[in-house]
């Protein structure tokens, strides 16, 4: 991933934690030494962004020797190494937090997500993430829901219409609201409205909207709601989402289900770096 925001993601999470000098290791480790470490999984994870680990080591020295043992994916557990590292000591003493900090928050979005994930399989209903991510952090967040073998709903405000309560609330209807946003975006631009009721559900099925967010509905009108619409758009539910609630949410016939604890609701994982 070699984006321009992962770039200056990278370098600003350097700066902060850097600043002017590592006081530290500037007084304590002769800048000519060579040293070794090794980047351990300390409980079990679904690893993501080794290779952000990897950057931010280049960023401060282009000549560290980073060898990944894992991909991204692949999983490892307590004790398991998964990256070799080599190079200027004081640069991977100063690199060590920072790479950490990406990795073990990136792991621990993707092992969160492989744990729903573990719950639908067999089954066709896609799972997503939401908007609900770390300010700043969206793209890599999104990047680890979809290591962890989940999908990403729209990155952002800009690729994709969805018309919220708010929205309705604020200018006055639901199909007030299609017709009006039909005329001002492309042909080719997907529609999405999310409603709370099975009334508000029927009129966005009237008014031909690609895709209905059913937010906050019980399991029967969940039902109900896909009995009626009847493939004739695509079913998402939302609102509330648990992995106990996930097998049965998955039984009712919809398309999609969308959580915004797959990433607002991950803790990062323990990863540890050792010189050797």
Do not use: C
């Amino acid at each position: 991933m070699q984006t321009h925001t992962v770039k200056t993601l990278i370098q600003t999470a350097l700066n902060e934690d850097i600043g002017s000098g590592d006081i530290t290791t500037d007084n304590l480790i002769d800048p000519n030494l060579t040293g070794s470490s090794v980047l351990m999984a300390k409980e079990p994870l679904v690893l993501a962004g080794i290779d952000i680990a990897r950057q931010v080591f280049h960023t401060l020295d282009d000549t560290i020797e980073f060898k990944a043992l894992l991909a991204d994916g692949e999983t490892a557990d307590i004790g398991d190494p998964l990256a070799q590292i080599q190079g200027n000591l004081a640069t991977l003493l100063k690199g060590e937090r920072t790479a950490l900090n990406f990795l073990q928050r990136l792991s621990g979005i993707a092992t969160n997500v492989a744990a729903y994930v573990g719950l639908l399989e067999g089954k066709s209903v896609r799972l997503v993430d939401t908007r609900k991510t770390t300010p700043g952090w969206r793209v890599l967040e999104k990047y680890a829901v979809r290591v962890g073998g989940a999908r990403n709903h729209r990155m952002g405000l800009y690729d994709g219409v969805l018309i919220k309560d708010n929205h309705i609330a604020a200018f006055g209807g639901v199909t007030e609201s299609i017709w009006h946003i039909r005329k001002h975006v492309s042909h080719l631009v997907k529609i999405e409205v999310e409603v709370s009721t099975l009334a508000e559900a029927k009129e966005a099925l009237q008014a031909g909207v690609d895709v209905i967010m059913l937010d906050n509905m019980s399991l029967e009108n969940i039902k109900t709601a896909v009995a009626m619409i009847q493939k004739a758009a695509l079913v998402e539910v939302s609102g509330n989402v648990t992995q106990a609630k996930l097998p049965d949410l998955a039984k009712t016939g919809v398309d999609i289900i969308s959580i915004g604890a797959l990433t607002h609701g991950a803790r990062s994982v323990d990863i540890s770096m050792k010189i050797t």
